[in-house]
T-cell receptor, first 113, second 115 residues
Framework: AQTVTQSQPEMSVQEAETVTLSCTYD???????LFWYKQPPSRQMILVIR??????QNATENRFSVNFQKAAKSFSLKISDSQLGDAAMYFC??????????FGPGTRLSVLP | GAGVSQSPRYKVAKRGQDVALRCDPI?????LFWYQQALGQGPEFLTY????????KSGLPSDRFFAERPEGSVSTLKIQRTQQEDSAVYLC?????????????FGPGTRLLVL
């Protein structure tokens, strides 16, 4: 069975600084997708960024970028120029073409003014 | 177009009561997922539909949980004889199975509290 691990239950970052959230996963599949979702307090989950496993180039979305290391099964999220609105729970997720979506336990990110 | 909607947003039930949670996916989305999210944890998969077919229900925790999507759009998750351990947020997500697009779009969730 696929598993997703996020080893940092909580992280904090100073406003305008950079923070990296860790995610590792375990799978025997070769083709899959990886996602980072953000869940603000009492609000719905929204997609931050996604990566196709067959693409070597790391995905980037404005201030958000990933470091995808397929051999190491690692998928970290870097948030640059952190803003107060970035404070939320961040979930790393693995998906096998819509058949088996698996989420990690989440990392709570606090942004300090 | 509108996003995924869920109703009710909050539900309080007495132990033993039956509840029904509704999900309206994004129009045209083929795939629909239900998740259970306990407080402070990540969502856990319950069941998956492709159109009206329930392709995977391996995550349903017991036979008290039942989901349907009879016309391939709106879905209902029913929990019979609710127990306190059923208290959680129930999330619905939909995605369009169209080539490479596998992103799931989530609804706001239904927060269920069983007393």
């Amino acid at each position: 069975a696929q598993t997703v691990t996020q080893s940092q239950p909580e992280m904090s970052v100073q406003e305008a600084e950079t923070v990296t959230l860790s995610c590792t996963y375990d799978t025997s599949e070769s083709d899959y997708y990886l996602f980072w979702y953000k869940q603000p307090p009492s609000r719905q989950m929204i997609l931050v960024i996604r990566q196709e496993a067959y693409k070597q180039q790391n995905a980037t979305e404005n201030r958000f970028s990933v470091n995808f290391q397929k051999a190491a099964k690692s998928f970290s999220l870097k948030i640059s120029d952190s803003q107060l609105g970035d404070a939320a729970m961040y979930f790393c997720a693995w998906d096998n073409y819509g058949q088996n979506f698996v989420f990690g336990p989440g990392t709570r990110l606090s942004v300090l003014p | 177009g509108a996003g995924v909607s869920q109703s009710p947003r909050y539900k309080v039930a007495k132990r033993g009561q039956d509840v029904a949670l509704r999900c309206d996916p994004i129009s045209g989305h083929v795939s629909l997922f239900w998740y259970q999210q306990a407080l402070g944890q990540g969502p856990e998969f319950l069941t998956y539909f492709q159109n009206e077919a329930q392709l995977d229900k391996s995550g349903l925790p017991s036979d008290r949980f039942f989901a349907e999507r009879p016309e391939g759009s709106v879905s209902t998750l029913k929990i019979q004889r609710t127990q306190q351990e059923d208290s959680a947020v129930y999330l619905c997500a939909s995605s369009s199975v169209a080539g490479e697009e596998e992103t799931q779009y989530f609804g706001p969730g239904t927060r269920l509290l069983v007393l």
